[in-house]
């Protein structure tokens, strides 16, 4: 199996921008870098501006999670990917098919509007921070496993080009989209920490071999001594 850089997705969760500036400064791969909450409520629209002239050709993946009524997303999505450019971003399928549906609609105004490239969607599916009692704590009849595979559907029947699920699931969503849909897995673990608030994570290795297209990593990444080592090591390996 080949892994390239670029299948790497960072997530830039750090609370002093110079640290981040730093840091993406610093790694010589052709990774992705994430924009979570996090980064976007504390440094903006300006903030990921300056992120964007610190390396030439910067991918940046937008991960704000989008989930409101159909209309409201699809009139905040078209300044967001004017303004950021990214090259990939995130809504949840909780919000429904018609929401996506028009989410698709505004980010393709966006681009015939501004003529930049069209960002892969993706919708989350089950934060990978719950497990099972915690879904039956929320009222759900269903397993995770079982709603993974209904948001997958809904998804592509929305015109979504991939996912974001855990590593666990991966196997189950390939099986049944193969290549039509990417999948996109957080959740990814160098090693088990017992402090840590993933419930549900692999390894890099792991998660590649299952069929993930990209694996998204953040403090095993930003707080290591070396992280271009441990890139080498994940594409490597």
Known sequence: MTINSNQIICALDFDDFSKAENFIKAVDFDIIYKIGMEFFYRFGIDGIKKIRNTKK?????????????????????????????PHMLTLHVAGGKKMLQNAVFGVNEAVKDSNIQKPLLLGVTVLTSLNN????????????????????????????????????????????????????????????????????????KEAFNMGSDFIVMGRPLINALDPNNIIKKIINN
Do not use: W
Request: net charge positive; with cysteine.
């Open 57 to 85: 050709n910067i991918k940046l993946f937008l991960d704000l999670k989008l989930h409101d009524i159909p209309n409201t997303v699809k009139k905040a999505i078209y300044p967001l990917v004017i303004n950021v450019r």
């Open 133 to 204: 009692q915690d879904f039956k704590e929320m009222g759900h009849s269903i397993s995770i496993t079982q709603s993974v595979e209904n948001y997958s559907s809904i998804a592509k029947k929305a015109n979504l080009d991939g996912i974001v699920c855990s590593p666990l699931e991966v196997k189950l969503v390939k099986n049944i989209h193969g290549k039509s849909l990417k999948v996109v897995t957080p959740g990814i673990r160098l090693e088990k920490n017992p402090n840590d608030d993933q419930s549900r994570f692999l390894s890099p």
